[in-house]
């Protein structure tokens, strides 16, 4: 069974810092791309960033350009978006996901742009809730 889950969520003040982790099973971790997205109280999910280490694939969406970086470590099948500088607007629930090309599965999930290509998104974690206070 694919799992994605989410952790290292919380409350951090303007300008803190957070280390959001993603534990990936079920599936071989090297083969995928891995994608983090947020969603903030009553607006639209949002791409954040995406990583696939043994491609070479790295990519961040503009609203967070140098603020977060993205890593993985491929022995723990793990993902970690570093997320530095946080400002209240940061507030969301922050979710990854399992990344797929395939038009059939991008037509029911939407697609997301990472590194070149458009996405489809497949396997979703539960997320987890990032509260930046002012």
């Known amino acids: 069974e694919v799992q994605l889950v989410e952790s290292g969520g919380g409350l951090v003040q303007a300008g803190g810092s957070l280390r959001l982790s993603c534990a990936a099973s079920?599936?071989?971790?090297?083969?995928?791309?891995i994608g983090w997205f947020r969603q903030a109280p009553g607006k639209e999910r949002e791409g954040v960033s995406c990583?696939?280490?043994?491609?070479?694939?790295?990519y961040y969406g503009d609203s967070v350009q140098g603020r977060v970086t993205i890593s993985s470590d491929n022995a723990k099948n793990t993902v970690y978006l570093q997320m530095n500088s946080l400002k209240p607007e940061g507030t969301a629930v922050y979710y990854c996901?399992?990344?797929?090309?395939?038009?059939?599965?991008?037509?029911?999930?939407?697609?997301?742009?990472?590194?070149?290509?458009?996405?489809?998104?497949?396997?979703w974690g539960k997320g987890t809730l990032v509260t930046v206070s002012t």
């Open positions: 990583i696939k280490s043994s491609d070479g694939i790295i």
């Open positions: 079920g599936f071989t971790f090297d083969d995928y791309v």
């Open positions: 996901a399992r990344l797929i090309l395939d038009s059939t599965i991008g037509s029911t999930s939407g697609y997301y742009y990472c590194s070149g290509q458009y996405y489809g998104m497949d396997a």
